[in-house]
């Protein structure tokens, strides 16, 4: 009985805090949970864009800058996207893979642990940060922009596009490698290529762990936490856990 409860109970908190999440005015840029005057006073000086030497007048007066304070509707939506995306997540998905585990191992899960999780959750996870995706952005926006006029309209289409094509691409070359290298080794040890995926488990579960907790790393250096041990840490999940 306890078991339909928890879940019952997390599963109305995840609700609480998206619609929280989704209907609260989203937050400024510069304010912080857990700290008020994030960052210092400062100012803009416009003058130096002016060049002087080529006869132009200095412009404006500086513009001071107050370091950025959060009200309570600031920290309630701050608030419910850490809990929300930075904890629950993570630990549903985790969940989830352990109910995977514990039941029998067919050909849909285990073309989902080759495939998804160690196809397309790798390419998800990187797709913001990976040079290779900002360069076939790129590429893709010079190809259309020079067959068709620039408009608001087509840089959504540019980014949802050169997604699609990098997601893609993760399916076809890690999880296509990952799904060919698991057949073909268990054709050669003349075991069930189901049964061997299922021994990537813990590789696939410790690439989910990580994927999902670069949110709430990005959160807490946000708020100022100090995470310097964290790349070893990863590494050693990395190096251990999967074997």
């Known amino acids: 009985?306890?078991?339909?409860?928890?879940?019952?109970?997390?599963?109305?908190?995840?609700?609480?805090?998206?619609a929280l999440a989704s209907l609260l005015p989203a937050p400024q840029p510069e304010v912080r949970l857990l700290s008020d005057g994030w960052g210092s006073s400062s100012f803009t000086d416009p003058n130096l864009c002016v060049d002087t030497s080529a006869g132009q007048a200095p412009r404006m007066v500086l513009i001071s800058k107050t370091p950025a304070a959060a009200d309570w509707q600031d920290r309630l939506a701050l608030l419910a996207k850490y809990l929300l995306w930075g904890l629950l997540l993570p630990v549903f998905a985790l969940a989830a893979l352990f109910r995977i585990s514990r039941r029998p191992f067919g050909t849909l899960s285990a073309s989902f642990v080759a495939v998804g999780l160690l196809g397309?959750?790798?390419?998800?996870?990187?797709?913001?940060?990976?040079?290779?995706?900002?360069?076939?952005?790129?590429?893709?926006?010079?190809?259309?922009?020079e067959r068709w006029s620039p408009s608001e309209s087509l840089f959504p289409l540019i980014d949802a596009t050169a997604l699609l094509i990098w997601?893609?691409?993760?399916?076809?070359?890690c999880g296509g490698a990952t799904f060919v290298a698991t057949w073909a080794a268990a054709r050669l040890v003349r075991l069930d290529?189901?049964?061997?995926?299922?021994?990537?488990?813990?590789?696939?579960?410790?690439?989910?762990?990580?994927g999902l907790t670069m949110d709430g790393a990005l959160y807490?250096?946000?708020?100022?936490?100090?995470?310097?041990?964290l790349p070893g840490l990863r590494a050693s999940l990395l190096k251990y856990c999967p074997g």
């Open 120 to 145: 397309i959750a790798p390419a998800w996870f990187q797709w913001t940060l990976n040079p290779g995706f900002v360069s076939l952005r790129q590429a893709l926006g010079i190809w259309l922009v």
């Open 1 to 18: 009985m306890f078991k339909p409860l928890a879940t019952r109970g997390l599963a109305l908190l995840c609700g609480v805090l998206l």
């Open 193 to 210: 290529w189901r049964a061997l995926a299922r021994d990537l488990l813990p590789l696939a579960g410790v690439t989910l762990l990580l």
């Open 167 to 173: 997601l893609a691409g993760g399916v076809l070359l």
């Open 220 to 229: 807490l250096r946000g708020e100022g936490a100090n995470l310097d041990w």
